[in-house]
Nanobody, 125 residues
Framework: LMCSCRRGGGLVQAGGSLRLSCAAAGRSFSRYAMGWFRQAPGKEREFVAAIKWGGAYPYYADSVKGRFTIYRDNAENTVYLQMNSLKPEDSAVYYC??????????????????WGKGTLVTVSS
């Protein structure tokens, strides 16, 4: 399974929106939990959102809850992150990841085996 942040990063003003997408190559995509993480300069990589293989229940960091939405299309092997009401503190490199995470580990970076290269999101004030 391989992940690639296909498109969606860029520069946006505060209050704006972006949608990130991540395509996974591999026949077992639907069996994996998919997550989005981000890393700002000088900071550790942090959890943003994740969704299990069934897609029924998403998980969010408190900092993005109510503004970001994660969803997946198993037929297209793609996971999306819709980001609304963006803030300057959302600026970071965003990474998608795939792994056989369970509820207790879904927010942890070490629960994911496959990572995309990352896409830069910059939110100006």
């Amino acid at each position: 399974l391989m992940c690639s942040c296909r498109r969606g990063g860029g520069l946006v003003q505060a209050g704006g929106s972006l949608r990130l997408s991540c395509a996974a190559a591999g026949r077992s995509f639907s069996r994996y939990a998919m997550g989005w993480f981000r890393q700002a300069p000088g900071k550790e990589r942090e959890f943003v959102a994740a969704i299990k293989w069934g897609g029924a229940y998403p998980y969010y960091a408190d900092s993005v809850k109510g503004r970001f939405t994660i969803y997946r299309d198993n037929a297209e092997n793609t996971v999306y992150l819709q980001m609304n009401s963006l803030k300057p503190e959302d600026s970071a490199v965003y990474y998608c990841a795939a792994g056989q995470a369970i509820t207790s580990t879904i927010r942890l970076t070490n629960a994911y085996n496959y990572w995309g290269k990352g896409t830069l999101v910059t939110v100006s004030s």
